[in-house]
């Protein structure tokens, strides 16, 4: 499941978020240890994934379509 982005506009540029924590499990602390993705694209470019799933399908869909 891919959210909509969280899209913001910073000195010109367009800042978009994405994330899917529905599949994410958690061990003893309120952090996601797999199963969940966080990606940050700045004017289109990939600058920011936080993810345990690089080879994930949404994942490059998402890179890819952006």
């Given amino acids: 499941m891919i959210v909509d982005p ?3 506009e910073s000195s ?3 800042i978009e978020a994405f ?3 529905s599949g ?4 003893a602390g ?3 240890i797999e199963g969940f993705y966080v990606a940050v694209l700045v004017d ?3 600058t920011l994934i936080l ?3 690089e080879d994930d399908l949404a994942i490059k869909n ?3 379509s952006s």
């Avoid at 994410?24 to 061990?27: H, I, N, P, S, V």
């Fill in 6 to 8: 969280e899209e913001f």
């Fill in 12 to 14: 010109d540029s367009k």
């Fill in 19 to 21: 994330w899917d924590l």
């Fill in 24 to 27: 994410a499990k958690y061990g």
């Fill in 30 to 32: 309120p952090e996601p």
């Fill in 44 to 46: 289109s470019e990939l």
């Fill in 51 to 53: 993810s345990n799933m």
């Fill in 62 to 64: 998402l890179i890819s």
